[in-house]
């Protein structure tokens, strides 16, 4: 004799069909929320990154204008382009302009450290974002980041700043030679073909932009004040 199969009971359809909805509808939200999260970060690393881009080519216009002064007055250019003080005070204005904090700034060349035509900067977000609790009692929040030194371990648990980024900017110089008036006499500089008529003129011919590597030596010129000391931790990246 041949058995027959079972026939389910309609209303035992009907409460695995319910139970797969709501299986479905869980899943559903689980990828909304996570795709909502991705979204969240990718956004605050992108803030985050122009902000790094902005204060390290504020940072490298020091050395670009600097070298504009030089070439102005018959001068090419050799050495101490970079001000450590001006580059800070710039490279912290455009990234706090651009809602994150500068945390570390380095300047470095290849020319045995005499010229800071490189400079780096590590910036994180102004905003911090506190992580939910287990137990329910705190959702996600974002809230204005405390400098590290300042936080408190138990109140601050669980709280991480958004968007950490780095970036390095370079300024180029174009090429340059002297030219010579009666009895050699230095009467100008000429650049790229072009005689430099004033800082405006050698501030167009001057390229600054963003790059992927540091200079090979810190920027340390001979003779340097305190102000040209690099900071402890820094050391040109690979």
């Not at 809602?99 to 700034?105: F, P, S």
């Not at 994180?124 to 030194?149: H, T, V």
Request: with cysteine; hydrophobic share 40%; charged share 25%.
């Amino acid at each position: 004799m041949q058995s027959r199969p079972r026939a389910v009971p309609a209303d035992e359809r009907g409460q695995a069909n319910l139970f797969l909805l709501i299986g479905l509808t869980l899943s559903l939200l689980a990828l909304t929320m996570l795709f909502v999260r991705l979204g969240d970060a990718n956004q605050w690393r992108g803030r985050s990154q122009t902000a790094a881009d902005a204060a390290a080519l504020a940072a490298v216009t020091v050395a670009r204008d600097n070298a504009a002064e030089m070439l102005a007055g018959n001068q090419i250019p050799a050495a101490r382009l970079y001000e450590p003080a001006r580059g800070r005070t710039s490279a912290e204005r455009y990234a706090r302009r651009n809602g994150a904090v500068l945390e570390n700034i380095r300047a470095s060349d290849n020319a045995l450290g005499q010229l800071g035509n490189f400079v780096r900067v590590e910036t994180r977000g102004a905003e911090c974002r506190q992580e939910l609790l287990e137990d329910g009692s705190r959702a996600w929040s974002d809230l204005f980041c405390p400098p590290e030194e300042e936080r408190d371990p138990d109140a601050d648990e669980g709280l991480g700043s958004m968007g950490n980024a780095s970036a390095i900017a370079e300024m180029v110089m174009p090429d340059c030679s002297y030219v010579f008036g009666v009895e050699y006499r230095v009467v100008g500089v000429e650049c790229d073909g072009q005689v430099i008529q004033s800082e405006q003129h050698a501030r167009r011919l001057i390229t600054i932009r963003l790059t992927g590597e540091e200079g090979q030596y810190i920027y340390k010129p001979f003779g340097a004040a305190e102000e040209f000391q690099p900071e402890p931790t820094a050391s040109p990246s690979p």
